[in-house]
């Protein structure tokens, strides 16, 4: 039995629901609305590559180590981004997560925070995870503030770590976010969402 198994986790006028091929057309436009690709520190796939994306993270689905989500809009069923558990160590009782990005029309919205909630709601209170940590490249400002909103701690940077899509080799910026820290983060997130919008 898988350490994730499939589940679609709903709230906040948003759904994430298992990665499938399906959802091709849908990532497609979705990463359309700004030209995501075209951002040097995001992993979001080139229009002729969305479909390899999907079969890439069905391979990883398989082999245990990521298990991606799209991120629909409850209200219309459109797709409106990707996330994903990564890096899952069962033994340790750790995930991460990551190869998070949304559609310009919902990025700065409630969106990553409903998202963010539903994920960790899951992976503390489903899974019984230990740790849930997060990765984000160095000139990631907006990722690294995103993620310290959450209420993850910063581990470090790791130098040297990954290559970025045009050949830079890029530092990555370590978090992380241990059980006994949730129940806060938890109220913060819950906090967040009820504040009009």
């Known amino acids: 039995m898988a350490f994730v198994e499939p589940v679609v986790l709903a709230g906040h006028g948003i759904e994430l629901v298992p990665l499938e091929l399906a959802h091709e057309a849908g990532l ?37 180590h990521r298990f991606a989500f799209a991120v629909r809009e409850s209200a219309s069923g459109a797709v409106i981004g990707c996330s994903s558990y990564h890096d899952i160590v069962p033994a340790l009782r750790r995930v991460e997560i990551g190869w998070t990005w ?27 995870c230990h740790v849930v940590g997060w990765r984000t490249d160095n000139f990631n400002f907006a990722s690294q503030a995103a993620i310290e909103r959450l209420g993850a701690k910063k581990d470090g940077v790791i130098r040297g770590h990954a290559l970025r899509r045009d050949g830079t080799i890029r530092d990555t910026v370590m978090y992380s976010m241990r059980a006994g820290e949730w129940p806060e983060a938890k109220a913060q997130l819950q906090y967040l969402l009820r504040k009009p919008r």
């Open 102 to 128: 949304y559609a310009k029309r919902a990025q700065r919205s409630h969106v990553n925070t409903a998202a963010k909630l539903l994920l960790l709601t899951h992976a503390f209170e489903t899974l019984n």
């Open 28 to 64: 497609r436009a979705a990463a359309a609305d700004g030209e995501l690709w075209n951002i040097r520190v995001t992993s979001v796939p080139e229009p002729e590559q969305t479909r390899k994306y999907i079969e890439d993270a069905l391979a990883m689905r398989e082999a245990g």
